[in-house]
T-cell receptor
């Protein structure tokens, strides 16, 4: 069972920041938050992950609330190629199993 | 760098026929390996995972089986395909169990007719 809740869809204007929310209210203290995206007919692509602190890489930023019950993935300047399904998951420690929910379908419009 | 190869990319098979999908990882040793299935319009479902040669854990009882004959090779099989086996099959790997990201192959789209 997925342990996260995401909105089913959202639209974003090209060139603007896209903020994708994720609720993980039952997250344990040592579970990481991971974000992936999947472009149609391709395998999911790893974006970013974090535990407590905010994280940034060349693709995105991850903001995790202080209570860790929710997080936001930020795509700073969305492009048409960012149109994809975005998955937020939490990973238990020393557990090799991961389950993906339905994710958020993000559509970037020109 | 590490790469994951999965083939074939697409496959159309009749009901009752056997199945063999192969996945290999290059550039790393002793990876954890996973098979997922994605039905149309739905999220990913974990089918099997393996932490070592010959070690297979099944998550969902079904018509499929998995094997890991070599360290970086993971095979998904079926003796007799069902219509319900249609879907998008993804192989993935991680370095170990300590919060390393999953890296996915490009998937195999299986249609059982």
């Amino acid at each position: 069972d997925a342990k996260t809740t995401q909105p089913p869809s959202m639209d974003c204007a090209e060139g603007r920041a896209a903020n994708l929310p994720c609720n993980h209210s039952t997250i344990s203290g040592n579970e990481y938050v991971y974000w992936y995206r999947q472009i149609h007919s391709q395998g999911p692509q790893y974006i970013i992950h974090g535990l407590k602190n905010n994280e940034t890489n060349e693709m995105a930023s991850l903001i995790i609330t202080e209570d860790r019950k929710s997080s936001t993935l930020i795509l700073p300047h969305a492009t048409l190629r960012d149109t994809a399904v975005y998955y937020c998951i939490v990973r238990p420690p020393n557990d090799y199993k991961l389950s993906f929910g339905a994710g958020t379908t993000v559509t970037v419009r020109a | 760098s590490q790469t994951i190869h999965q083939w074939p990319a697409t496959l159309v098979q009749p009901v009752g026929s056997p199945l063999s999908l192969e996945c290999t990882v290059e550039g790393t040793s002793n990876p954890n390996l996973y098979w997922y299935r994605q039905a149309a319009g739905r999220g990913l479902q974990l089918l099997f995972y393996s932490v070592g040669i010959g070690q297979i854990s099944s998550e969902v009882p079904q018509n499929l089986s998995a094997s890991r004959p070599q360290d970086r090779q993971f095979i998904l099989s079926s003796k007799k395909l069902l219509l319900s086996d249609s879907g998008f099959y993804l192989c993935a790997w991680t370095r170990d169990g300590r919060n390393s990201p999953l890296h996915f192959g490009n998937g195999t789209r299986l249609t059982v007719t």
